[in-house]
């Protein structure tokens, strides 16, 4: 990789924030990886998108970003990404004019709606900026778990036994609750961070789950209990893929909240998993195959489920996943051997490869 682009650092442009009930998450990741960028090689160019969805050039302090203080006259220009595909640069709303910076590499590190789904990977491929993460149609596809099922189950992945509906429908999900018996799981088809995600063990919950999972997408997915714990895959690559340690997430009760995500009270996260290096392997060619399935480039993380007779399952596929230096993604390829600052030089190099 070039260390220098016309004779300077690369800019690589930060996106953070966003309209989406993931926004906290997004700057806590934006934030570590601003942090670790190593600055003889990288200008970290941090846009700020605000809950209601407007743009910004971030200058001030990486901290304000952590605090969710970033938002304010002093620090932020308003900005936007014009797309024409050989302007690769931000464009600067000033009192006296337009202004603007280049841009060489594109990391979007949103989560959710408008940052995870493919629509900022759209307008990134518009402007021909080279993007660090999954295309439009790998992001959509992931952040769709009924599709996402669909095509890992055709490549061969045992998935769970599911149900979809639409408002208007939810008589539906009790029937089908009958016929494979609780507990279940109730999903939004399209969200992350296990917003609106809940365990029903009866019609009594099921209904309420119904309710808070319309809250967050217009379809539920409603999905067998799966037997045993969860398994998780940082994945890395185009062509040739490395695959970290398998981690294996620990449970006290219940399953792997939002809460138990990000403050793991009562859970815990193994790092390599405590499983044998046979099973482990497997996991990791299981791993692959749904990442290829789903079109899926330069990082993603695969999660899935180990049951008691050693059956690997698919659960879901995070295509920016979370990003601090204690998340999980970090973490498996820490322990195969990639500092985050590598981690993040790699990502980089390949987003400029794939340009190339």
Not at 15 to 20: K, L, W
Not at 60 to 84: F, K, S
Not at 122 to 146: E, F, R, T, Y
Request: aromatic share 8%; with cysteine.
């Amino acid at each position: 990789m070039r260390d220098q682009v016309e004779n300077r650092k690369i800019a690589v442009a930060v996106f953070f924030g966003g309209d989406s009930s993931e926004y906290d998450v997004s700057l806590e990741s934006a934030y570590s990886v601003i942090c670790h960028l190593d600055r003889e090689k990288y200008d970290p160019v941090p846009v700020g998108i605000s809950r209601e969805g407007s743009w910004f050039l971030f200058r001030g302090d990486a901290e304000r970003i952590r605090e969710d203080t970033w938002q304010n006259p002093q620090d932020c220009v308003p900005a936007l990404l014009p797309p024409g595909r050989n302007s690769r640069k931000l464009l600067l709303i000033r009192e006296e004019g337009i202004g603007e910076i280049p841009v060489d590499v594109a990391f979007p590190v949103l989560h959710g709606r408008n940052g995870e789904d493919g629509t900022i990977q759209g307008l990134i491929g518009l402007s021909g900026i080279p993007l660090a993460g999954c295309g439009v149609l790998a992001s959509a596809l992931c952040m769709d778990k009924d599709r996402a099922h669909k095509l890992a189950g055709l490549s061969g992945v045992r998935v769970p036994e599911a149900f979809v509906i639409r408002r208007g429908e939810e008589a539906a999900a009790f029937e089908f609750a009958r016929q494979i018996g609780y507990p279940l799981y109730v999903k939004p088809v399209k969200a992350g961070s296990s917003y609106g995600v809940t365990r029903a063990v009866d019609e009594g919950e099921l209904g309420e789950a119904v309710k808070l999972a319309f809250q967050y997408d217009d379809q539920v997915i409603i999905e067998e209990n799966i037997q045993g714990f969860e398994v998780g895959c940082a994945v890395l690559g185009r062509r040739e893929l490395v695959v970290g340690e398998v981690d294996e997430i620990e449970l006290a009760g219940g399953f792997f909240d939002f809460t138990e995500k990000y403050t793991l009270k009562t859970s815990a996260i193994h790092v390599p998993a405590r499983i044998d290096e046979e099973k482990a392997d497997e996991i990791r060619k299981t791993a692959k195959t749904i990442y290829r399935a789903l079109g899926c480039e330069c990082f993603a993380r695969v999660d899935l489920f180990l049951t008691p007779e050693g059956e690997i399952v698919f659960n879901e596929v995070n295509t920016i996943p979370g990003f601090t230096a204690h998340s999980r993604y970090p973490g498996m390829m820490r322990a195969a051997g990639y500092s985050f600052e590598r981690l993040l030089d790699t990502i980089i190099h390949q987003a400029m490869e794939r340009e190339a």
